[in-house]
């Protein structure tokens, strides 16, 4: 049994603001979503919020991007490039695999990069959130 990476309380807060995020990138960063993505989980940022420290994990969306350098203004419009919604529930996967299983973001992020995961979102969104982090942690043998 694997112990989760930080206590469970945080566990929502962190799906819905990594929804918010990767929302946020497809917008701002059209040219280079999946790129961004693949480097935020291999940054030194998120190795901070995997170790669970509060200061890392209570930042804004905004506040993350701030930190790699991405500057956010507003934004009324969804992204024309990339559907939001799988944008989001890749954000469900790539939390909750970090979290259940305790895998350094930069890790899965070595292994499962953003465009093939926006791409495998066909079957996989058909499963429970639970069900496809474990066939994707087979498939990429994490």
Not at 3 to 20: F, G, N, Q, V, W
Not at 69 to 76: C, F, H, Q
Request: proline share 4%.
């Amino acid at each position: 049994m694997t112990t989760p990476a930080y206590d469970e309380c945080y566990l929502d807060s962190m799906i819905k603001k990594h929804r918010y995020l990767f929302k946020l990138i497809g917008r701002y960063c059209e040219d280079n979503a999946f790129d961004i993505i693949d480097q935020y989980l291999c940054c030194e940022y998120r190795k901070r919020m995997d170790e669970g420290n509060p200061l890392y994990l209570n930042k804004t969306p905004k506040q993350i991007l701030g930190e790699m350098g991405i500057e956010v203004g507003l934004v009324s419009d969804i992204s024309e490039v990339y559907d939001e919604f799988i944008l989001a529930w890749m954000a469900d996967i790539y939390t909750y695999m970090q979290w259940k299983y305790a895998i350094p973001s930069a890790k899965i992020g070595e292994k499962i990069k953003a465009k093939d995961l926006y791409h495998k979102y066909n079957p996989l969104h058909e499963a429970s959130l639970e069900n496809a982090v474990e066939k994707l942690k087979k498939i990429y043998d994490l």
